[in-house]
C-alpha cells in the first residue's frame, strides 16, 4: 500500500467515532416530542480573531490596525443596523490569540467592546513546533488572562470571585491534545483551564480533522478526568444540580451532514459545521440544519444555542460574517420571526450565552434576554446604555 493511499483511509478511519455519534444522536433527537413552546434560537459567532493573519505569513503591526480600522467600522455599522428579538445588536465574540498581542490592537478591540459591538476573549495556537508543557500553558494563560482584564478591561467576573472569566477556543482545534500530540502537547489542558478561570470552549466542531471528538450536538462537560488527554471525548449531561465551575462547558456548534446538487444535479454530501464563509453561502437550507442539530438541554428544549464561527480576516468571508450578506441573511431570519411568531432571534456572545445556560439549569424559563448577565458580569462599564448594549456593570 502506498503512502498516500494509506493516509487517505487513516483519515477516513479518524472520522468513524463521531459519525456514529452523529447518526446516534440524529435518531434520538428524532423520537424527541417537540414540546410546542416557540423556539427561542440563541446565536453565538465564535470569531477566530486573527489580524495578523495572511497566506504569506503574518502582517506587520501597522496593517493590522489598518485592517482593524475597517473591521471595527464594519462591526458598528451592522451592529447598529441589525439587532435581534430584543433589540441586542449583532455581534461577535472575537477570541484574540495570546501569542499575537499588540497593546494597540487590544485597545482598538476593546474600544468596539465599550461601544457594545463584540466582546473579547482567549484563543491561544501552541505547541506548534514543539509540545507545550503544563508549566508553560498555565503561565501563558494568567499572563494574558490577567493582561486582558487590568490592562483592557476585557473579560468578566463573578460577583463572589475576583478571578476574571473567560472563553476559550483552541487554535489548530487541538483542545485536550486531541490531535494526536500536534499543537498542543498538554493532556490537562481543560485542568489547566478550569484553574485559569476559563468557564466555557468553544472551539467545536473540528471535522473532519482528527481533533474531532465522538460527541456532537451537545452542551455539555468532560465526562473523563480533566487530567487525561482529550477528557471531553465523553460527555458528562448537564444536570440540574452539576457544577458549572467544575470543568469548562464544551459548547459545540452544529455538525450535520447536508447535500448539495452537484454536476447533473446529483446531491452530494457536505460537512455543515456552522462556518460564515463564502464557500458555504448563507441560505434558509443552513438555517434549517442548524436548527435541527437542537443543541439544547433536557430543562430547556425550547433554547437551543447555534454556535457559528469564522476567521473574520478571511477577505472572501468578510460578507458572510460581517458584512452585507449577512446583514440580509439575519434580517430576513428576524422578519420571519416577526411574521410567523414561531421562533424569536437572540444575538448573544460567549459570556451571555453561558449565563444564559445557567440560567435554564436553575430552572428558569420564557425570554433568555432576561439572563445575559445572570452569573459573570463584563468587568467594562459600556459606553451606551439601553437597548443595543449590555448592561453596564460596576466591579
Known sequence: MTNARFIRLTKYWHQLPWLSAYLQDRITKSLRKDSGDIKRYIF??????????????????????????KWNKAASQI???????????????????????????????????????????????????????SNNL???LEEFRDCLAEEHK?????????????????????????????FCGVD????????TGCYADFTLPSAPDISQVPVVNQIYQSGLPLSTCAPHKKAQPLTNNCSLTSSPV??????????????????????????LSASQGLSKLRFSLWANADISITQRPDW?????????????????????????????????????????????VAREAYNILAAALDGHSGNPHHYRDYLLTPIMNYKHNGDISPKSTTN
Open 44 to 69: 453565538v459567532i465564535a470569531n477566530h480573531f486573527e489580524p495578523a493573519w495572511s497566506k504569506d505569513g503574518n502582517l506587520p503591526l501597522d496593517k493590522q490596525l489598518k485592517r482593524l480600522e
Open 79 to 133: 451592529g447598529t443596523r441589525l439587532t435581534d428579538s430584543d433589540g441586542m445588536p449583532f455581534r461577535h465574540t472575537n477570541f484574540y490569540p495570546a501569542e499575537q498581542y499588540h497593546k494597540e490592537i487590544l485597545n482598538m478591540l476593546a474600544d468596539l467592546q465599550s461601544e457594545g459591538f463584540c466582546e473579547v476573549e482567549v484563543h491561544l495556537h501552541h505547541g506548534v513546533e514543539r509540545p507545550d508543557t
Open 138 to 140: 498555565k503561565f501563558v
Open 154 to 182: 476585557c473579560l468578566s467576573r463573578k460577583s463572589d470571585d475576583p478571578m476574571p472569566k473567560y472563553a476559550f477556543v483552541h487554535g489548530n482545534l487541538a483542545l485536550g491534545n486531541s490531535a494526536n500530540g500536534r
Open 188 to 195: 490537562n489542558e481543560l485542568e489547566i483551564l478550569r484553574d
Open 250 to 275: 464544551i459548547f459545540t456548534g452544529p455538525l450535520m451532514i447536508g447535500w448539495r446538487l452537484k454536476q447533473h444535479r446529483f446531491p452530494f454530501p457536505y460537512i455543515e459545521d456552522g462556518a
Open 304 to 348: 437551543i444555542f447555534i454556535k457559528l464561527y469564522c476567521h473574520g480576516f478571511f477577505d472572501q468571508d468578510m460578507p458572510y460574517c460581517i458584512g452585507g450578506t449577512a446583514e440580509h441573511f439575519f434580517s430576513k431570519l428576524i422578519d420571519e420571526s416577526n411574521r410567523t411568531g414561531k421562533f424569536t432571534v437572540h444575538f448573544a
